[in-house]
Nanobody, 121 residues
Framework: QVQLVESGGGLVQAGGSLRLSCTAS????????MSWYRQAPGKQREVVAS???????NYEDSVKGRFTISRGSAKNTVYLQMNSLKPEDTAVYYC???????????????WGQGTQVTVSS
């Protein structure tokens, strides 16, 4: 059974940093695009950053220059380094990945359970 497990959230003061991690487990044949989303109270879930299997990255405008997405050498882990955090970054952050399981012809989209990031002013 494929699962995504996030870690690294917490409470930080404005201007501080946090590093989120997401690890995929299970019988995975191929790793596709992996992304971080966030959802603040009363708002829709939005994509924050994405990284393709080839290493190409994309960022939401408000986090450009502050957040960095990267993949671990083992390919099953994605990180989100968040610097210069602002109160408006407060949200539940979710890991998302397109993964192909062993024995499957097609990829499926998976979500992690989410990790809370709170930035105090």
């Amino acid at each position: 059974q494929v699962q995504l497990v996030e870690s690294g959230g917490g409470l930080v003061q404005a201007g501080g940093s946090l590093r989120l991690s997401c690890t995929a487990s299970g019988s995975i044949f191929r790793y596709g695009t992996m992304s971080w989303y966030r959802q603040a109270p009363g708002k829709q879930r939005e994509v924050v950053a994405s990284i393709t299997s080839g290493g190409n990255t994309n960022y939401e405008d408000s986090v450009k220059g502050r957040f960095t997405i990267s993949r671990g050498s083992a390919k099953n882990t994605v990180y989100l380094q968040m610097n210069s955090l602002k109160p408006e970054d407060t949200a539940v952050y979710y890991c998302n990945a397109d993964l192909t399981s062993d024995g499957s012809l097609f990829s499926r989209n998976y979500w992690g359970q989410g990790t809370q990031v709170t930035v105090s002013s």
